[in-house]
């Protein structure tokens, strides 16, 4: 069984440019997560889809944060401006609906400079 | 919101040495899920564990959900354990991390 694929795995950009992460989720997994994660934080969520629909969004920074799921299969997270403090590992994961047992991808490094 | 605190921050061991991490809980949670992140970043979920004890090879799992808190046992450790170890609680559908406990273990 494929992963969850994640790309880029590094991106460098400065401030107020843009960035989008890409996200394909295992096949048949309804369910697709983004987490953001600070370094030496936690991983906190920013999104979580059931199938192409928003479960919970309410930690997205809605003003430069955006994403979809528009076919329920892969997704994409869009910053706009980037800020300092966005400089962070984007993860995206997916699990079966209702098992709530996550696979994570290998993250996506942005630094904002 | 849940509070989730895990003890202790920072962790060295000798390889075989055998450690216990602690994750409490504020309040009541559907699950909890413990993840090891490897030196390169990968997130693996190593237990699923509501309540009750689980064993996996060398690592092992206890949770009490009535006190509020899980531990996970490593025992035997090896360099390949090094890392950070995050419990996740699932509150409502969503899943909260704590901060993790980085294990560095010695060969």
């Known amino acids: 069984e494929a992963g969850v694929a994640q790309s880029p795995r590094y991106k460098i950009i400065e401030k107020r440019q843009s960035v989008a992460f890409w996200c394909n989720p295992i096949?048949?997994?309804?369910?697709l997560y983004w987490y953001q994660q600070i370094l030496g934080q936690g991983p906190k969520l920013l999104i979580q889809?059931?199938?192409?629909?928003?479960?919970?969004d309410s930690q997205l920074p809605k003003d430069r944060f955006s994403a979809e799921r528009l076919k329920g299969v892969d997704s994409t997270l869009k910053i706009q401006p980037a800020k300092l403090e966005d400089s962070a590992v984007y993860l995206c994961?997916?699990?079966?609906?209702?098992?709530?047992?996550?696979?994570f991808g290998a993250g996506s490094r942005l630094t904002v400079l | 919101g849940i509070q989730v605190e895990q003890s202790p921050p920072d962790l060295i061991l000798q390889e075989g040495a055998n450690s216990t991490l602690r994750c409490n809980f504020s309040?009541?949670?559907?699950?909890l899920q413990w993840f090891h992140q490897n030196p390169w970043g990968q997130l693996i979920n190593l237990f699923y564990i509501p309540s009750g004890t689980k064993q996996n090879g060398r690592l092992s799992a206890t949770t009490v959900a009535t006190e509020r808190y899980s531990l996970l046992y490593i025992s035997s450790s090896q360099t390949t354990d090094s890392g950070v170890y995050f419990c996740a609680v699932d509150q409502g559908g969503k899943l909260i991390f704590g901060q993790g406990t980085e294990l560095s273990v010695k060969p």
């Open positions: 309040d009541s949670v559907n699950n």
């Open positions: 889809f059931q199938n192409n629909g928003v479960v919970d």
């Open positions: 096949s048949g997994h309804a369910t």
């Open positions: 994961a997916s699990s079966q609906a209702g098992s709530g047992v996550l696979t």
